[in-house]
């Protein structure tokens, strides 16, 4: 591992521990609001100041943390396991199955800007969380179903699945116990990655009003509530504050993504 | 020449297959609308006799697509065929006949919507790889000549805040900074020639920052060359050597990147947009068609931006195989 995956493993760390402990560091409730106190600025009661609303910054950031790593998460997590699925049986089987994924749904899926279909299905679903997770899974299993085929194709000619071929296994045991484990590991690479994307795309469709619905504390609808003009002049911690968060964790992931491909690649190291 | 012709043919039906694709989905996207797309256009307090009208009007009362797999009065599920005469062949011909139906809101033809606002987002999306390219062409020389030295390091952060520093954080910041702070320019609005300024800016970073480190990786790979070494040898200052010699070798791959790039820019631009209240389609679709549940006009800019992305990537993907006969090989 390079020193910059080992800042982002850091980082991430750190928003794992914030997101799961968020109850106890939080200063304040996340709705609370505090008209009396608009846009003040950090200090010891409200260490991040406060928005519009007179809400603590520092307390919607903590579980803001939360929204973005669960979206994250399921996120990955799904597109994964359709995606290894998917990229498996098109890659171990070949023919027609091949075709139409690797011939059609690949290329139609890479064709297309993924946020725009993101977008056009919450417009016409309605925005809310669940929907917001699967249309960010309908758009992400297609890059992991593409390394997992590629692995697949790769792995299969191995003589050790000859071997087991030989043996009498079966299709389904040559490809999940045989092949499988040994073309994962680009996998984590593309999930580090899938994270880092997951986390900008919750943030993206939210301050569009098309996720997480306000008054939740997700970052991306923090920034949309801090950018009118009054409040971005009175108070620009309330933007600021977010807009690092999603930076941080974008970089951190991307970081460790980067990092990972090196280690599993060694012709890469040192480049 | 067979294998060139091959080649194109397939690209051309890969094209096509998914432009089909695109239709069909924002055709059927209409169906996802939970409960009745004409309740949510008029709202709750509409006539029975109101909704009837609008649902007449707008073909909603039609079959949605040649079968149907809907429950009858008695509850019983059974499939139906309606031939022909349905909504998606209903909007497949308005396609063909160059136009996109009506607005639900404001009863005027989607295509003369999408066409007043088309020409700012091709601006914007146009002057945003332009200031990527200004940034980024320069940034990546100094970077690549002077390999591993501070004055590299300091670019490759300065980069990577930039990639990851999404729009809707820069963008803000920047109206903080140039509109409020000092008043330079204004913080919305396309009235003047230098309101595209900051849009321009929020939209290509990015895209310079990923530019500034191919162009770096670029020049390093070249400057190994033996032509640079005849170049030196041969008594040419370091200033011709690189920006005559190494520039123009090590632009290749990056002209194509930017080729590819033109489509994500348009899908950002959608986000930019809506922080500079610019009048482009993404404008159009967030806040005139999302917003207002003008789900005729969503489906034309859906179809519009998704359709200008797909030309855009082909486009480049046949003139770059036509520029380099290297890749054709491989």
């Given at each position: 591992?390079?020193?910059?995956s ?69 996120v ?8 290894t ?43 809310g ?64 990655l ?76 040192g480049? | ?5 091959l ?20 055709t ?14 008029l ?166 920052a990923?530019?500034?480190r ?32 190494v ?46 549940r003008?789900?005729?006009l ?26 380099d ?6």
């Amino acid at each position: 591992m390079n020193r910059l995956s080992k800042f982002g493993l850091v980082i991430v760390g750190f928003f794992v521990v914030v997101a799961l402990f968020a109850p106890l560091i939080a200063t304040h409730d996340v709705g609370e609001t505090d008209l009396l106190n608009r846009y003040a600025v950090p200090s010891g009661a409200h260490w991040l100041g406060t928005d519009a609303t007179g809400r603590d910054v520092f307390s919607r950031v903590i579980y803001g943390a939360r929204i973005s790593l669960r979206v994250g998460l399921v996120v990955v997590f799904v597109s994964t396991f359709i995606g290894t699925i998917i990229g498996a049986l098109a890659g171990y089987y070949g023919g027609w199955i091949d075709r139409i994924v690797n011939g059609y749904l690949f290329n139609v899926f890479l064709a297309f800007p993924g946020l725009l279909l993101a977008i056009a299905m919450v417009a016409f679903l309605g925005a809310g969380l669940n929907k917001l997770i699967l249309a960010l899974c309908i758009i992400g299993w297609v890059g992991y179903a593409r390394v997992i085929r590629g692995q697949v194709l790769k792995v299969r000619e191995y003589d050790f699945v000859q071997a087991a071929r030989a043996l009498g296994a079966s299709d389904m045991r040559i490809l999940f116990v045989h092949i499988l484990p040994n073309a994962i590991q680009p996998l984590i690479v593309q999930a580090s990655l899938g994270m880092a994307g997951a986390v900008l795309s919750e943030a993206t469709l939210s301050f569009l009003g098309l996720g997480v619905p306000p008054p939740a504390p997700s970052w991306g609808v923090m920034l949309e509530e801090a950018r009118d003009l009054s409040t971005l002049q009175a108070a620009p911690h309330a933007l600021l504050v977010p807009g690092i968060a999603i930076a941080l964790s974008v970089l951190a992931f991307n970081f460790i993504g980067d990092g990972l491909r090196e280690y599993l690649d060694p012709r890469q190291r040192g480049r | 020449m067979k294998h060139k012709l091959l080649d194109l043919s397939r690209r051309i039906l890969i094209l096509l297959l998914v432009v089909w694709t695109v239709v069909s989905l924002v055709t059927l996207l209409i169906e996802l609308v939970p409960g009745d797309p004409a309740t949510a256009t008029l709202g709750e307090e509409a006539t029975p006799a109101q909704v009837e009208q609008f649902r007449q009007k707008h073909n909603l009362d039609r079959p949605a697509f040649f079968v149907s797999y809907a429950r009858d009065e008695q509850g019983q599920r059974n499939f139906r065929w309606h031939g022909m005469n349905n909504r998606y062949i209903d909007y497949w011909s308005t396609l063909l006949h160059g136009d996109m139906g009506r607005s639900f809101r404001t009863d005027r033809p989607v295509i003369e919507l999408i066409m007043q606002r088309y020409p700012a987002t091709i601006q914007l999306a146009v002057a945003a790889l332009l200031v990527a390219v200004s940034i980024a062409i320069p940034l990546g020389v100094v970077a690549g000549k002077n390999r591993g030295t501070w004055l590299d390091n300091v670019l490759s952060v300065v980069a990577l805040i930039g990639i990851s520093m999404p729009g809707f954080v820069l963008g803000p910041l920047l109206i903080y900074v140039f509109a409020i702070q000092f008043g330079w320019l204004a913080p919305s609005g396309r009235y003047h020639w230098e309101d595209i300024i900051l849009p321009a800016v929020t939209l290509g970073a990015a895209l310079s920052a990923l530019l500034t480190r191919m162009v770096r990786s670029s020049v390093i790979e070249e400057m190994g060359e033996d032509y640079v070494r005849t170049a030196r040898a041969k008594g040419l200052s370091e200033k011709t050597v690189v920006y005559k010699h190494v520039l123009k070798n090590g632009l290749i791959p990056v002209v194509t990147i930017l080729g590819l790039q033109l489509g994500v820019l348009l899908a950002g631009a959608i986000i930019t947009e809506k922080i500079f209240n610019w009048p482009g389609l993404g404008l159009l679709l967030i806040d005139d068609g999302i917003g207002k549940r003008d789900y005729r006009l969503v489906q034309g800019c859906v179809l519009v931006i998704s359709v200008t992305y797909i030309f855009a990537n082909t486009l480049t993907d046949i003139i770059y195989r036509w520029l380099d006969p290297r890749i054709r090989v491989s």
